[in-house]
């Protein structure tokens, strides 16, 4: 599979990455631990090396007690921790019904090291501003960021749902390895920042680039996700009547070009991403082997500038409300 450059650093991963979030956190009731971690074991028997993870990504056991995803995803890679590139985000708080954002330099000192003792390691690859704090000035993260560079608790970092005003100002204190922003087939709102990337050398990193599963095809009501506990995905508007109607008019068309490729409409969501942009990673998710081993193969996928445009067309004559958290 081809390898995807982590910005202007030496380090190489593979083109599809893994997003572990939905393991313990808004996708339904935890798994138990030890299932999770066996997912997490047998995506790098796939070959999965790029796995993400975050501080906030928590949910709530049955028996009450609280899920960290990092606690999980550290369990996991113990075994080939040095083989993986392994990614963490700080600065945010789920709150009921809103985030809460807190970038100051002390909580950063506070995360990294809680961080550090979850995922049972001494150094974290890529560390993520998980979201701006309009509170903290960009300059000042970055100062952090270079700090924690040196002292070795990190080796490279990034920012989550930024613009290119924050990426730049941020960019001219410590470079900027990554970004992970939402992006998708159904969500383009931040291509203006592909060009930012290419021009400073920082690599795009996609997370829900299936629209949280929408563009599988595989759900086609709220029903389908059972209880719906601890589920974010039943209050996104891509699961409305509506939702559902349009995102299957665009899996016509995909799924007619995905037949020349014997891809399946996910796979195509990616390969669709991966063949318009050389420095893009997406990092889809998913508590089923068979998707993760199917998610993983898109990346060995290539499609012709023909047949990206046919979609890019279809794309520019529709809108989709989508949901835009993370």
């Known amino acids: 599979m081809r390898k995807v450059r982590l910005g202007k650093t030496d380090i190489y991963v593979n083109a599809v990455g893994l997003g572990c979030m939905g393991l313990t956190h808004a996708s339904g009731i935890p798994l138990p631990k030890k299932q999770a971690v066996e997912i997490l074991q047998k995506a790098h028997d796939m070959g999965y090396d790029f796995y993400d993870t975050a501080q906030c990504y928590t949910g709530i056991n049955p028996d009450g007690s609280?899920?960290?995803?990092?606690?999980?995803?550290?369990?996991?890679?113990?075994?080939?921790?040095?083989?993986?590139?392994?990614?963490?985000?700080?600065?945010?708080?789920?709150?009921g019904d809103h985030l809460e954002f807190d970038s100051s330099p002390q909580t950063i000192r506070k995360s990294i090291e809680e961080s550090l003792k979850k995922l049972q390691t001494d150094y974290i690859d890529i560390?993520?501003?998980?979201?701006?704090?309009?509170?903290?000035?960009?300059?000042?993260?970055?100062?952090?960021?270079?700090?924690?560079?040196?002292?070795?608790?990190?080796?490279?970092?990034?920012?989550?749902?930024?613009?290119?005003?924050?990426?730049?100002?941020?960019?001219?204190?410590?470079?900027?390895?990554?970004?992970?922003?939402?992006?998708?087939?159904?969500?383009?709102?931040?291509?203006?920042?592909?060009?930012?990337?290419?021009?400073?050398?920082?690599?795009?990193?996609?997370?829900?680039?299936?629209?949280?599963?929408?563009?599988?095809?595989?759900?086609?009501?709220?029903?389908?996700?059972?209880?719906g506990e601890q589920d974010f995905r039943v209050d996104m508007p891509q699961y409305s009547e509506e939702g559902i109607k349009k995102t299957n008019e665009l899996l016509e068309v995909v799924s007619k070009i995905g037949k020349k490729h014997h891809a399946t409409n996910a796979q195509m969501s990616l390969a669709w991403m991966m063949n318009k942009y050389d420095f893009i990673i997406p990092i889809p998710g998913s508590r089923k082997l068979e998707r993760l081993k199917s998610n993983y193969e898109a990346g060995n996928i290539e499609l012709s500038q023909e047949e990206i445009k046919t979609i890019d067309d279809k794309l520019d004559s529709m809108e989709f409300n989508v949901f835009g958290g993370h």
């Not at 040095?82 to 700080?90: G, V």
């Not at 000035?137 to 560079?149: C, F, G, H």
């Not at 490279?156 to 749902?161: H, L």
Request: net charge negative.
């Open 66 to 95: 609280i899920a960290y995803n990092e606690e999980v995803v550290g369990e996991a890679i113990k075994p080939f921790r040095k083989d993986i590139i392994l990614c963490t985000k700080f600065g945010v708080k789920h709150m």
């Open 127 to 227: 560390y993520y501003q998980h979201r701006i704090d309009p509170e903290v000035e960009p300059e000042v993260v970055a100062s952090v960021m270079k700090e924690l560079i040196e002292e070795g608790k990190i080796k490279a970092w990034g920012i989550s749902e930024t613009n290119e005003e924050y990426l730049r100002r941020a960019h001219a204190i410590c470079p900027v390895t990554v970004i992970e922003n939402r992006y998708s087939m159904m969500a383009r709102w931040h291509e203006n920042l592909m060009p930012v990337c290419k021009e400073l050398g920082i690599t795009y990193v996609a997370f829900s680039p299936l629209a949280n599963g929408a563009l599988s095809g595989a759900y086609q009501s709220i029903k389908d996700f059972g209880s």
